[in-house]
């Protein structure tokens, strides 16, 4: 059994090459639209998103991001913010700054996030969301004029992909390591080892970017590296989880 849109959600790929065709006006009000359409802890609606049309300053966020530049080449850069700025700006006297807040606030602005990479893909369109963003996250935050209870997570480009560059669909976990019954489970060693080896079939044969290696070989070496130790004083900086 499938429909139409899980279809569209299994065939998903991230896309990094794209077309210099822009988005019609159109396809952004609607693909926003669709962003506001997210549920929303307690209705608190506290997520913010930051288009980015001015070409200077998407220069700038491609070098913090660790010059990706497929910022500056997609039609469109938008930055998800976290944001209980408005709240505050309402109620001045908000107990803000709790790690409840950052929760919601975090799983909110994903959740609406995913809404647009949706959106987007059921028009046509390709996505890649942008975690280096938080590599230079006080520069990020300056450049964007971000006030206090404001939190940027991540940034998305969006465009038509280049037809050239058609990226194949990366090979999951199986599902067994993923969804359990009842009760979490330990890891099936037996399962995890398939899958190194899929993982490693696909790295050696995708079409770009070929290299040797499996899944679980790469966790040490990416959770170490990409450390942000940074993080936790920008976050109370900016207002957030001091409580
Ligand atoms: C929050 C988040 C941040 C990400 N940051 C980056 C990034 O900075 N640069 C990049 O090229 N891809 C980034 N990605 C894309 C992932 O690398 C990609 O989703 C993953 O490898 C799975 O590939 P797929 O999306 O093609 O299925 C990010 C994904 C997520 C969810």
């Known amino acids: 059994m499938h429909n139409e849109t899980i279809d569209l959600l299994c065939k998903h790929r991230s896309i990094r090459k794209y077309q210099q ?3 019609k006006l159109e396809q952004i009000e609607l693909i926003l639209k669709a962003a506001q359409s997210v549920s929303s802890s307690n209705f608190l609606q506290c997520s913010t998103i930051i288009r980015i049309t001015d070409m200077i300053r998407r220069k700038k966020l491609a070098h913090y ?9 997609a039609p469109e850069f938008w930055v998800f913010c976290a944001d209980f700025n408005r709240h505050y700006q309402i109620e001045p006297g908000l107990q803000l700054e709790k790690a409840e807040q950052l929760l919601l606030g975090c799983i909110d602005t994903a959740i609406m996030a995913q809404n647009v990479v949706v959106a987007a893909e059921s028009l046509g369109l ?6 280096g963003l938080r590599n230079n996250i006080d520069k990020v935050t300056e450049l964007l004029a971000i006030p206090k209870y404001v939190l940027p997570l991540f940034g998305l480009c969006i465009g038509y992909p280049d037809p050239a560059d058609n990226p194949e669909v990366k090979p999951r976990l199986p599902k067994e390591l993923v969804i ?3 009760q979490y489970q330990p890891i099936n060693r037996n399962l995890l080892k398939q899958y190194d080896e899929q993982i490693n079939n696909y790295y050696q044969h995708r079409s770009t970017n070929q290299k040797v290696g499996g899944w679980s070989d790469k966790i040490a070496k990416i959770i170490n590296q990409e450390n942000r130790d940074f993080i936790l004083a920008y976050l109370h900086k900016q207002g957030w989880i001091t409580k």
């Open 180 to 182: 359990f019954k009842n």
């Open 65 to 73: 991001s660790g010059d990706q530049n497929y910022i500056t080449q």
């Open 126 to 131: 390709g996505a890649v969301y942008i975690g």
């Open 21 to 23: 065709q822009p988005l």
